[in-house]
């Protein structure tokens, strides 16, 4: 009887010990997004669903997100790169392809967002929202139009001017101004482009990103480069602001989710894209973020003050003088970002 209960013993502390060794077969989805670019309680809903946990970490700019990322300081499972910078992850090969059978709510997606030039056969990634990027301007202290990128050089609003802590959008607007592409590849009008911003930065209150919709709503500022989902939000808590694309033209972006080549966990990661296209799940994160949706069930269930606000949903005609930003490749990356260096330096 004391051997039998010797052995009962023995495979009770052994089972415990077993127990204790068992692996932890809880996966945890890395994800990497812009600030401020999602309603953080869908994450919740996800893990309550799925039992998937999330661990979600925020970047600034594509520049900060693809340097993090090619440093390999951590395995992202899920990206929102813009368009240009999913065309830069696509031919480094730093993206895996989208297994679309695992994303059924793909087919909510507008034709008018698939077949983009960064994405042409749709492998990639999935359009997330869109918008444009303009002049946010207080209608109490600017009392003139406001139609061109000119204003955003006029001493008599000096100090009261903010400006995209970005090296392209920061650039396209001198572009623009000089009536150029903000795509431009000559390095005399680049040169010029950096003198104008170089001559502008005595004007400027500061260098931001997610900070500007504060200044803006809190009056600290009269005039502001904003993308136009930050305008829709600011404009709701602060009436006196408005928003408009210039006549020289801007630029169209759309930011798209995608799996880069470090998850370890793609299929997790499909599910959470698919997720995300869930018509209820896709209109609470546009609700809180106010940016322009690509979803044709979203749109369905916006009100007509939404739809018919320009500053998210712009006529034809302004779109037409709008340009997508392209990859420029290795050589010319280095040269912008020189020249920024330049300018943040002066």
Same mark, same amino acid.
């Given at each position: ?9 023995? /495979? ?51 520049? %900060? ?35 679309? &059978?695992?994303?059924? &709510? ?20 999935? $359009? ?13 202290? =600017?009392?003139?139009? *406001?139609?061109?990128?000119? %204003? @955003? ?7 009261? %001017? !903010? ?9 396209? !607007? ?15 009008? @680049? ?10 930065? $005595?004007? +400027?209150?500061?260098? +931001?990103?997610?900070? =500007?919709?504060?200044?803006? +709503? ?33 630029? @169209? ?16 990661? #499909? ?9 209820? %799940?896709?209109?609470?994160? *546009? ?10 069930? +979203?749109?369905?269930?916006? $009100? ?14 302004? /779109? #037409?003088?709008? #340009? ?5 490749? $290795? ?16």
């Amino acid at each position: 009887m004391k051997r039998m209960f010797c052995l009962l013993l023995t /495979l009770v502390i052994a089972s415990s010990l077993f127990a204790g060794c068992k692996k932890d077969d809880t996966v945890t989805l890395n994800i990497y997004n812009w600030g401020d670019y999602i309603d953080e309680d869908v994450l919740n809903t996800f893990t309550e669903e799925t039992g998937i946990k999330i661990n979600y970490d925020k970047f600034d700019s594509n520049e %900060i997100m693809y340097a993090k990322l090619k440093s390999g300081a951590q395995n992202y499972d899920v990206l929102f790169p813009s368009d240009y910078m999913i065309e830069k992850l696509i031919k480094e090969d730093m993206l895996l392809k989208i297994d679309f &059978n695992n994303v059924p &709510n793909y087919r909510y997606i507008e034709d008018n967002f698939k077949d983009l030039a960064y994405d042409p056969n749709n492998e990639y990634s999935i $359009p997330y929202m869109w918008g444009t990027l303009g002049i946010l301007y207080n209608k109490d202290f =600017v009392k003139e139009p *406001v139609d061109s990128w000119d %204003i @955003l050089f006029d001493e008599k609003y000096a100090k009261n %001017i !903010v400006m995209q802590d970005s090296v392209r959008d920061t650039f396209a !607007v001198a572009l623009k101004k000089l009536k150029y592409s903000l795509n431009c590849i000559e390095e005399n009008k @680049l040169e010029e482009a950096k003198q104008l911003l170089i001559n502008q930065k $005595p004007l +400027v209150s500061g260098y +931001v990103n997610d900070q =500007v919709k504060d200044k803006m +709503v809190g009056n600290e500022a009269y005039l502001a480069v904003v993308y136009s989902g930050d305008a829709i939000f600011t404009k709701d808590l602060n009436s006196s602001l408005e928003y408009v694309v210039p006549k020289e033209g801007s630029n @169209l972006w759309f930011d798209g989710v995608c799996i880069p080549n470090t998850s370890k966990h793609k299929k997790e990661a #499909e599910m959470f894209i698919n997720f995300l296209n869930r018509t209820d %799940i896709a209109l609470a994160n *546009v609700n809180f973020i106010g940016f322009s949706t690509p979803h044709t069930g +979203v749109k369905e269930q916006l $009100p007509n003050e939404v739809i018919n606000d320009k500053a998210a949903y712009p006529l034809d005609e302004i /779109l #037409e003088r709008c #340009e997508v930003f392209i990859d420029l490749g $290795p050589e010319m990356t280095k040269i912008y970002n020189n020249k920024w260096t330049e300018i943040k330096s002066e």
